[in-house]
């Protein structure tokens, strides 16, 4: 049995439904995500796990013990929020200590366990401060190490770094990843950003309307997208329906995608003639490029093919293809992704 | 305009402002300092006998213990009563929101001479027979200065994220009455300060429901005030002084104490 487990979890607000029959299961020391737009329900989840929200039926598991019903302070569960939390009537080290106090540690003690989480969340020098004396990075820190000292058995974060600004938010990700890798610390994140999921998660669970849509590691769930939304949501899929799927390269059932970058780009001339069906493991387009953004090390064209706009990327190291151009597209066959339909 | 020409003309603005708000307390001053201050333009002689003969009085020095001891016990009540009230109110039953801004509008909507007759009848039976007796004033006194506590206290209140700070507290092993007490209330503390020094100096300017309800079985510092209104205008004029005097050191006071003190020096953010 895994350390965490969450079997038949369902929950909802008066008619409306916001998570059902949620399955998973988290091993030790393993840091997982959940994405997904907002209103999916992750959060309302993850509040369910702390125990900050009652659920309708389901049980919550870890190791082995069932904290469905248990009280918020007794499940040994650290949390970071969104807003912080903060206690601004006390000191940074008054709000590490917090937690420690109510469990009637003696001065020592505390004193000792604070400071070690201080230097882990390095904030040694700034403990006799006030919260609103510091900076965002700083009080979303003081926050982690409030939650850390206890030293939790899981440690949930509901999307603590969206607050703060790109820089600081890429480097508390290491930050954060580190700790948790250090402390061998079962952790549940909570986001809506697909780059920090996949930047920081060893497992991706991806929630869509109250279910997890697709589970996997972050290279499974990029590559391999489920269905649509999946899709869609882990990058800048280009996504084929049926008839264009039927026209330009085979008959199809359903819908396909391909990842921007698995498509090649060249410039061609107006004899070109795209062919259809398979020509070396690969289907031909042709079309226009009708957008061009730089986006550092990569160039993405949005290339038009009749009415369809496809995205495509292609690494900044040649020559980058001047608007209006007439350009052949090449989508190595093993790239198209077949995709569910949303519901299933 | 130039910015000399403005700025002349802003003071110029605020100093007419105060000087029509300061001028009847500053004769009100004069006329209690001065010996008599008939048909002239100034008065005839200055004096501090209106003072000293108002703190020599004991009748007046009762008046004014029984003013506060009334003001702050009202005070006490209404916060005992509101603070968990609104606490529920704003945690649990949110719905409720609408209705508590309504209601907490009431006492301004009944007119203290209207107000009491119905006081003097719920309080004349039943539970609390206290009719008559400084009690009435006490439970009265603490209606009149629900709209200011509630708003003090939901103000703080929604100023800071308390649901949040809860919530964190209860995950650290808090239950609700100790994440209360520890994590919302001190921040609740400038909100409540003020309630208290706009309670009070609410309270102790109150006649009405003085003087209807207990009158001079329970004299207060108004009552007193009218039933001397008779003996000298001097000397009624050094009690108002005086009792604004109290009121402005009270309020001098409570902005000294709601600047909260801090152990940590204000180093700015790296």
């Keep these: ?344 | 305009m130039s910015k000399t020409n403005s700025r002349l003309y802003h003071n110029t603005v605020i100093s007419i402002v105060i000087g029509i708000l300061l001028l009847p307390i500053v004769a009100t001053f004069l006329y209690s300092i001065s010996t008599r201050w008939g048909a002239t333009i100034l008065p005839d002689g200055l004096t501090l006998n209106w003072y000293l003969k108002l703190l020599t009085e004991e009748r007046f020095l009762w008046s004014f213990v029984r003013s506060l001891g009334v003001c702050f016990a009202a005070m006490g009540l209404c916060i005992v009563l509101m603070l968990p009230a609104i606490f529920v109110v704003y945690y649990r039953l949110r719905y409720l929101k609408f209705i508590c801004n309504m209601i907490v509008i009431l006492p301004f909507a009944v007119p203290p001479v209207v107000g009491s007759v119905g006081l003097i009848q719920i309080y004349s039976d039943g539970l609390l027979p206290i009719s008559g007796t400084f009690w009435i004033l006490i439970f009265t006194y603490f209606t009149v200065i629900i709209p200011f506590v509630y708003r003090s206290i939901v103000n703080s209140l929604e100023a800071i994220n308390y649901v949040d700070m809860i919530d964190a507290a209860k995950l650290l092993g808090a239950n609700t009455f100790k994440a209360f007490i520890y994590v919302v209330l001190p921040n609740l503390k400038k909100g409540l300060l003020s309630a208290i020094f706009i309670s009070i100096s609410i309270l102790i300017g109150e006649f009405v429901f003085a003087n209807i309800l207990v009158g001079t079985r329970f004299e207060t510092l108004q009552v007193y005030l009218y039933n001397t209104k008779a003996v000298s205008g001097h000397y009624s004029s050094a009690l108002v002084i005086f009792y604004f005097a109290f009121i402005f050191v009270f309020t001098y006071l409570a902005s000294v104490f709601s600047k909260v003190e801090r152990k940590s020096v204000k180093r700015r953010k790296n």
């Excluded at chain 1, 469990?103 to 969340?121: C, F, G, P, T």
């Excluded at chain 1, 950003?193 to 497992?203: L, N, Y």
Aim: glycine letters at 8%; proline letters at 3%.
């Design chain 1, 1 to 344: 049995m895994s350390y965490v487990v969450v079997s038949n979890l369902t929950k909802s607000f008066g008619d409306t439904l916001v998570f059902e029959k949620i399955n998973f299961e988290i091993e030790q020391g393993e840091f997982i995500t959940l994405l997904g737009p907002s209103g999916c329900g992750k959060s309302t989840l993850l509040r369910a796990i702390a125990g900050l929200n009652s659920v309708d039926s389901g049980g919550i598991y870890v190791n082995g013990e069932n904290i469905t019903y248990q009280d918020p302070g007794k499940r040994g569960i650290g949390m970071v929020f969104q807003s912080y939390a903060l206690f601004p009537n006390m000191t940074a080290y008054e709000n590490i200590a917090f937690g420690l106090k109510l469990q009637k540690l003696s001065k020592d003690e505390i004193a000792k366990r604070v400071n070690e989480v201080l230097d882990i969340v390095d904030l040694k020098g700034r403990e006799n401060h006030y919260i609103d004396e510091l900076s965002g990075g700083q009080r979303q820190r003081v926050a982690l190490a409030r939650a850390l000292v206890v030293r939790p058995r899981i440690l949930l974060l509901d999307e603590p770094l969206s607050a703060l600004d790109a820089k600081i938010r890429k480097k508390l990700r290491v930050m954060i990843r580190k700790i948790q890798k250090e402390l061998n610390l079962t952790t549940v994140f909570v986001t809506h950003d697909q780059e920090e999921a996949m930047t920081m998660s060893d497992r991706i669970f991806v929630m869509y309307g109250g279910k997890i849509v697709q589970n996997g590691t972050p290279s499974e769930v990029y590559r391999h997208p489920v269905n649509e939304f999946v899709a869609s949501f882990m990058g800048n899929y280009n996504i084929f329906d049926e008839s264009f799927m039927t026209e330009h390269f085979t008959n199809a059932n359903g819908k396909y995608a391909i990842r921007p970058e698995a498509i090649n780009i060249k410039v061609c001339d107006s004899k070109d003639k795209a062919t259809k069906g398979l020509t070396n493991d690969a289907y031909n387009l042709i079309g226009n490029v009708s957008f061009i953004s730089l986006l550092g090390n990569v160039v993405r064209y949005n290339v038009k093919v009749n009415d369809k706009e496809l995205v495509v990327d292609s690494l900044n190291n040649s020559e980058v293809i001047k608007e209006g151009t007439r350009v052949s597209l090449t989508l190595p066959s093993g790239e198209l992704q077949e995709l569910k339909s949303n519901r299933e």
